[in-house]
């Protein structure tokens, strides 16, 4: 696992001090690589890049990037995995190629340069994105993963073409200027992230998953797709009766998918929670490995957000080599001023702080980690998923007329005043946050399956009014699908999984230098598991139900069947206490003021979750981060 940089002054005369440049902007993010530094300079165009290396396999020289391919014709900046090394080495071999070392960049970049880049793309299983720099007709290819595991941001500023593994780099060069792209970000306040292709600079993207990009000296661009999420969602389901099979199958895909992820010449371990996901990834690990594995667990002393007990439960019964730490108030507080400097742009999932955390503890033992994230989206592990469906069945046997009216009259009412009428529900079954949940209903009711995805997925139903400027969010993803409940996989796989999971989970473990893999995502499994009916998925309104047959072969019932907690982090209480100072002075008429959001609305919030009348920790979080991100910058 490494990162990259680079630039290409196509439209204006370079700087003399391109080394010097390159170099600063490289030290930008040195902590994804801080084993090593390389550069590569075409003088010729110019463009240059530079590559920090985090080692992990062949640890030696023969490792190092920018590297060379055999011919001369080539040259590769490289960050990720790549799995099935073996078969590239041995197909390169049979045309004369022998490779200098075991690297899977060297077999990566020999693949491409004998067998063509389209070819070798569909043959690879792993993690990646890449520069490649064909030196003979002067194009520059840009290459990422088909989930978006790894990043790969690139665009146009002021004449310049910048390509890398983060934002934080571009803005080292000194013809680099930042234009906020406020249509990005009314996208960042509704998801508390920016979906990709947008950043939130105008005219840089995040290149995504599946495409490859060509440049040519003129500047022209290229986007081709080597792999489609959609295309594989399309494929013919697999027959219900056949079940065991399936079972089976899966069983098989995913012992496979994690014994290539062993693979590496430094220490290993995994993250574990104890949910279903980490618990199935830790189990494969752990009876394929003679040694106990080293977990790691974040616990936190509020009952209601711990998944410490549940993780260790699993870690005995599996007979791990397990550490927890017990995350604090006071670690929290201590943490959340490096949180910009880590994500770059505005990002406001709250389980960034546990997720940095765990990937500091795992670091202190090892430099490769094996995490258990994919399994929701692939598998319909979010509540959102199960409950919708409940739902649905459920107001479908209305008639349409009295859905349309209960839902004018549940919208006609205010989430605040529903919040008064929800006191009359006796507290052990009183709903949190009653008037966002009637509301929801409402949508539900009406069918109106795309406001209801929203409305599922918001953090500020109406983005726009949060910014004090003309602004217009972005289209979404186009899916075509007639189960509803599989179209809200598909958008959180697009959406959801590369820009918030997966960004997080690169961000906080390359943060400490440390390798993340995710076997839930090898390719093979995401196929499989788009090929599944819902009815292997979803049952008795609990989701994973295949992924737990897989899981209940190695840990028992009692250890596993509990409700689903998520990585949450009790921010809702920390507002009202620790953090309190901290964002009220971010919330300042001053601060907000100068950031052009709407001061009133944003105020308003604060004083109804400091009161207790509403829990609007979401929307706050992602107001909070977007100021927090302004004073890093």
Request: charged share 25%.
């Amino acid at each position: 696992m490494c990162g990259f940089v680079g630039f290409w002054h196509l439209q204006k005369e370079p700087p003399i001090a391109m080394n010097e440049i390159a170099r600063q902007m490289s030290e930008r993010i040195a902590h994804r690589g801080p084993d090593a530094w390389g550069r590569w300079r075409d003088d010729d165009v110019p463009l240059i890049i530079s590559h920090q290396r985090l080692s992990i396999r062949d640890l030696s020289v023969r490792g190092a990037q920018p590297m060379l391919s055999h011919s001369s014709r080539w040259v590769m900046a490289y960050n990720g995995e790549i799995y099935n090394t073996r078969g590239l080495s041995e197909a390169l071999a049979t045309r004369g190629v022998i490779l200098k070392g075991h690297s899977d960049t060297e077999a990566l970049l020999n693949s491409i340069a004998v067998f063509g880049l389209q070819d070798t793309l569909t043959k690879i299983n792993g993690m990646f994105a890449f520069s490649l720099w064909d030196r003979l007709e002067k194009k520059l290819y840009l290459v990422r993963d088909r989930l978006g595991i790894k990043p790969l941001y690139w665009g146009f500023n002021r004449g310049v073409l910048y390509f890398g593994s983060q934002l934080k780099a571009f803005t080292a060069h000194p013809d680099w200027q930042s234009d906020v792209d406020y249509s990005a970000l009314a996208n960042y306040f509704r998801l508390n992230y920016i979906a990709e292709p947008y950043t939130i600079y105008k005219g840089i993207y995040k290149l995504q998953p599946g495409h490859v990009i060509t440049i040519d000296r003129d500047g022209r661009v290229e986007n081709k797709v080597f792999w489609s999420l959609l295309e594989k969602a399309n494929a013919p389901k697999l027959k219900t009766e056949d079940v065991k099979e399936h079972v089976e199958e899966l069983h098989a895909l995913l012992k496979d998918a994690v014994k290539c992820r062993l693979v590496s010449d430094v220490p290993l371990g995994a993250f574990l929670s104890g949910g279903v996901d980490s618990s199935t990834v830790v189990a494969l690990m752990q009876t394929q490995h003679s040694a106990p594995i080293k977990t790691f667990t974040i616990g936190f002393h509020e009952d209601h957000y711990n998944e410490a007990k549940y993780a260790k439960a699993v870690a005995q019964y599996l007979g791990t080599d397990h550490e927890e730490w017990y995350l604090s108030v006071n670690d929290a507080t201590a943490l959340i001023p490096e949180l910009p400097q880590w994500y770059d742009e505005p990002f406001a999932d709250s389980s960034q702080l546990p997720t940095l955390l765990v990937s500091k503890l795992a670091r202190q033992k090892v430099i490769v980690s094996l995490s258990g994230d994919g399994g929701d989206e692939l598998f319909a592990g979010y509540n959102r998923y199960f409950l919708t469906r409940k739902l649905l069945r459920r107001v479908a046997i209305l008639p349409h007329s009295m859905r349309s009216l209960l839902s004018k009259i549940i919208l006609s009412i205010k989430p605040e005043m529903w919040e008064h009428v929800g006191k009359i529900i006796p507290e052990k079954i009183r709903p949190s946050m009653v008037g966002d949940k009637a509301h929801k209903l409402a949508n539900v009711l009406r069918q109106d399956q795309h406001k209801l995805y929203l409305s599922l997925v918001s953090a500020w139903d109406a983005p726009t009014d949060v910014i004090q400027r003309e602004s217009q969010e972005y289209a979404w993803p186009e899916v075509v699908e007639e189960d509803f409940i599989f179209k809200m996989q598909l958008l959180d796989a697009l959406t959801y999984l590369p820009g918030d999971i997966l960004t997080k989970v690169d961000r906080a473990s390359m943060a400490v230098g440390l390798e993340a893999r995710v076997p839930l995502l090898d390719y093979r499994v995401v196929e499989f598991a788009l090929r599944l009916p819902m009815q292997e998925k979803i049952v008795k309104n609990e989701g994973k139900w295949i992924l737990r047959q897989v899981l209940k072969k190695y840990i028992p019932d009692p250890l596993i069947n509990r409700p689903k907690m998520g990585f949450g982090v009790p921010i809702k209480t920390w507002l009202r206490t620790s953090l309190k100072d901290w964002a009220h002075d971010l919330l300042s008429t001053e601060k907000l003021t100068q950031a052009q959001l709407n001061v009133e609305l944003i105020q308003t919030r604060w004083r109804q979750h400091q009161s207790g009348v509403r829990n609007w920790e979401s929307s706050l979080w992602s107001v909070l981060m977007y100021q927090a991100w302004r004073e890093s910058i």
